[in-house]
């Protein structure tokens, strides 16, 4: 059974840029969470899909878009890129039918932004 | 707005006992989780606290105290590989998660 997959695991991108993260549920999983992780910090929660729709949102720009596929899986899309963007970016995986069991991460996109 | 504190860093010795201490103010709670991670690695689950009291399993522990928003991860039996950050994060949302994540407290054991 694999667990949260994301692609790529790295990525460099310079100021202005956009840049696609994708990420594949855990097998059973129907809701994807995306957050961002500064170096020395938590992660910091981006926003949430379910049903291919956003139901949440924490304290991001609109620079930070997403999408879900009917296959559960999504993308994290930023646009016009800035220094600060540099981060960890993690994607975790629930079951909506057990809404407070743990979310399972990925491995997380390492993003530079020069 | 949500605020989680946890120490930044601690030290302990191989084989000891070390308890992390959270506070947390959220605007509302349904669920405190512990994680670790591992430097340059994804957080993995460690417990999930709803009601108060300890919840023991294996070596780790976690504690919560919902009138004093308050709760602790207690490591036992120490090893050089719990060596990670040890990360807070509450549950504020009824019905579907809404998870806020504190700084994490980075641990050292040392030999």
């Known amino acids: 059974d694999a667990g949260v997959t994301q692609s790529p695991t790295h990525l460099i991108k310079t100021r202005g840029q956009q840049v696609t993260l994708r990420c594949s549920p855990k097998?059973?999983?129907?809701?994807v969470s995306w957050y961002q992780q500064a170096l020395g910090q938590g992660p910091q929660f981006i926003f949430q899909y379910y049903e291919e729709e956003e139901r949440q949102r924490g304290n991001f720009p609109d620079r930070f878009s997403g999408h879900q596929f009917p296959n559960y899986s999504s993308e994290l899309n930023v646009n016009a890129l800035l220094l600060g963007d540099s981060a960890l970016y993690l994607c975790?995986?629930?079951?909506?039918?057990?809404?407070?069991?743990?979310?399972?991460f990925g491995p997380g996109t390492r993003l530079t932004v020069l | 707005g949500q605020n989680i504190d946890q120490p930044t860093e601690m030290t302990a010795t191989e084989g000891a006992i070390v308890q992390i201490n959270c506070t947390y103010q959220?605007?509302?709670?349904?669920?405190l989780f512990w994680y670790q991670q591992h430097a340059g690695e994804a957080p993995t689950f460690l417990s999930y606290?709803?009601?108060?009291g300890l919840e023991e399993k294996g070596r780790f522990s976690s504690f919560l105290s919902r009138s004093k928003g308050y709760s602790y991860l207690l490591l036992k039996e120490l090893q050089m590989k719990d060596s990670a950050s040890y990360l807070c994060a509450v549950n504020s949302r009824r019905g579907y998660q809404k998870v806020t994540f504190g700084t994490g407290t980075k641990l050292q054991v040392i030999p």
């Open positions: 975790a995986s629930s079951f909506s039918g057990r809404p407070n069991n743990e979310q399972f």
């Open positions: 097998s059973g999983h129907d809701t």
């Open positions: 606290n709803v009601l108060d």
């Open positions: 959220t605007s509302g709670f349904n669920g």
